[in-house]
């Protein structure tokens, strides 16, 4: 069928699939972004910003797998069930 023609349930079968892995992994990137900078801002770090900055960047890099890992997961499902299930 045309794409005008497609239903809003077609439409959602083919987003949510992707949409499971993707969502959680952006999420993640958030978080753990306003994490770091919301720690070099704190008062209790002043006067070791440096330091707080640097073991922040370390505990991101320890996460950034899972959101990678999620990423890659979601494209593969976009690539190749997506397709089937439209």
């Known amino acids: 069928p045309e ?6 349930g077609v439409y959602l ?11 959680p992994a952006l ?3 958030a978080a753990f972004g306003l994490r770091l900078g919301w ?11 440096k330091q707080v900055f640097k073991q922040g960047l370390l505990d991101n890099a ?8 999620l990423l890659i997961i979601a ?3 976009e690539s190749f069930v997506t397709s089937r299930l439209v």
């Open 13 to 23: 079968l083919a987003i949510l699939p992707h949409g499971i892995f993707e969502i």
């Open 3 to 8: 794409p005008s023609n497609l239903s809003f």
């Open 39 to 49: 720690q070099w801002l704190l008062p209790s770090s002043r006067g070791r910003r």
């Open 27 to 29: 999420l993640l990137a």
């Open 62 to 69: 320890k996460i950034l797998v899972l959101i990678l890992v």
């Open 75 to 77: 494209a593969a499902v």
